[in-house]
């Protein structure tokens, strides 16, 4: 995980680390100009100043949180010059800032040969670079540690938080951040992921939405580095889990029940493998195909897809005054507290008449989606957006043949899979959904983490975090 760097808010740069005398410029007969290099700026102070040592504060400081790089190069006849490129935020009186290009070159004549003066340019050269890291890493050491240092840190210093892994630590890394009093504004930071795991989802649902080609492996993460580089950010949903046990999750990616959470856990011990892991425990499951009971209720957006003629066991989604059509999000927010679940009832109540019941109660497998790939190579979700407000919920009922189970999921590497017009198959967009098992038996994964097998229920919450994007 890394973060881009911020120079913190409160005034003074810190204790002088360098100081001297040079040119204001690269040429002879610049003007003199003292210099104070400290860890958060550069002082500059005109002729007869003494950068560092008065109250008066400098004629100018360059903060190095928005310097992008600095070099030495010799000048004729003997001396030597250094130069720094910024890019400070500056506006007019009224109106939003802009970051504007500044670049500054001091002359260096201070040693009485070309070679000394050049030495001396390449130490502050160097210096002002080491100073203005874009990044700090900080290396995921244990469990949960991600989320504890999001949870703990002071995160008032950086822009973006970078997480280069798999969805499982990304997840850790939200849940961190909507564990702080500050969720509120820590949240706007944007966050950006590059594909390290063996999933990938988020990354390979970006790298959709940005319009490029799929791809895996090395090329998606060079895909992934240059939306990082260019700094484009949007809005992204999150979905609210609240389980019968009292655990209240955020989930960015979705929450699955039987034959593919299955997949997902099982095949962990074949990790090593990447993306071919799953495609292995694939096979192991359905050579063992599992059947759930349990109760799945949802609140529809609009009618099912994924059939030729809706059921008329399930009906389209109604307000409460009985008029067809989406339901408002009801994301409440006030006072710093956690979104409110407008839409969801606690777990030991009925859900609201205006929602659906699945009259079956037998499944294969579960699936609320909020993105469009559930993993590198499926594209579970194709009308899937970053902010559309929706959860993509699609439940396989018991029944369905090997083969059939196999077709699927070979569809759904090109996205396909609704095509084939499965009667066991439904797919349907929800704002809410509630699933409740029979008895605690099945793996329940979130964002590809194992959870234990019992009631849940989840809703959609509208644009509450930043995600970089290609757009």
Avoid at 32 to 37: G, P, Q, V
Avoid at 344 to 362: A, I, N, R
Wanted: hydrophobic residues 40%; contains cysteine; positive net charge.
């Amino acid at each position: 995980m890394a973060a881009g760097r911020r120079a913190p808010p409160e005034p003074g740069g810190g204790p002088v680390l360098l100081q001297g005398v040079f040119g204001a410029g690269p040429s002879p007969g610049a003007a003199s100009c003292s210099l104070a290099l400290t860890p958060r700026e550069l002082q500059v102070r005109g002729p007869g100043g003494s950068c560092g040592g008065s109250s008066a504060g400098p004629d100018a400081a360059l903060r190095l949180a928005d310097c992008v790089g600095s070099a030495a190069f010799p000048a004729a006849p003997s001396a030597a010059c250094f130069s720094l490129v910024c890019y400070p935020l500056r506006g007019p009186r009224w109106g939003s800032p802009a970051r504007q290009r500044l670049e500054r070159t001091f002359r260096v004549c201070l040693a009485p040969d070309a070679e000394g003066n050049l030495r001396i340019a390449q130490a502050w050269s160097r210096r002002i670079r080491e100073l203005s890291v874009p990044v700090v890493p900080a290396q995921d050491e244990r469990a949960h540690h991600a989320h504890e240092k999001v949870r703990d840190e002071d995160l008032s210093q950086w822009d973006t938080l970078v997480v280069m892994s798999g969805d499982g630590l990304l997840y850790e890394v939200v849940n961190g951040l909507m564990e702080r009093p500050d969720w509120e504004e820590t949240m706007k930071k944007p966050l950006c992921i590059l594909p390290g795991g063996s999933g990938n989802a988020l990354a390979a649902s970006i790298n959709h939405y940005a319009g490029n080609d799929h791809v895996a492996k090395k090329k998606l993460l060079m895909n992934c580095a240059f939306i990082l580089c260019k700094g484009l950010h949007t809005q992204m949903d999150l979905v609210s889990l609240s389980t019968a046990s009292g655990k209240r999750l955020f989930s960015f990616l979705g929450f699955g029940w039987g034959f593919i959470s299955d997949v997902d856990i099982d095949s962990e011990k074949y990790r090593r493998l990447g993306n071919a892991r799953f495609t292995l425990g694939t096979l192991q499951c359905l050579a063992k195909l599992r059947v759930y009971q349990g109760r799945l209720s949802y609140l529809p957006v609009g009618p099912e897809q994924g059939t030729s003629t809706p059921s008329s066991r399930d009906p389209p989604g109604t307000l409460p005054n009985g008029q067809a059509g989406p339901v408002p999000l009801g994301t409440e927010v006030s006072g710093g507290a956690l979104p409110a679940d407008s839409l969801l009832v606690p777990l030991c109540q009925p859900v609201p008449g205006h929602w659906t019941v699945v009259p079956e109660e037998e499944f294969v497998s579960v699936y609320a989606i909020y993105q469009s790939h559930l993993g590198t190579n499926l594209l579970m979700a194709p009308a899937a957006g970053l902010h559309d407000g929706c959860i993509h919920l699609f439940y396989l009922r018991a029944g369905i043949s090997r083969l059939a189970l196999l077709k699927i999921f070979l569809a759904m590497a090109r996205g396909t899979h609704l095509d084939l017009n499965c009667p066991h198959l439904r797919y349907v967009p929800v704002r809410a959904f509630r699933l409740e098992p029979r008895t605690a038996a099945g793996i329940m994964t979130v964002d590809g983490e194992a959870l234990a097998c019992e009631p849940v229920q989840g809703q959609i919450h509208n644009r509450l975090c930043r995600v970089l994007t290609g757009s």
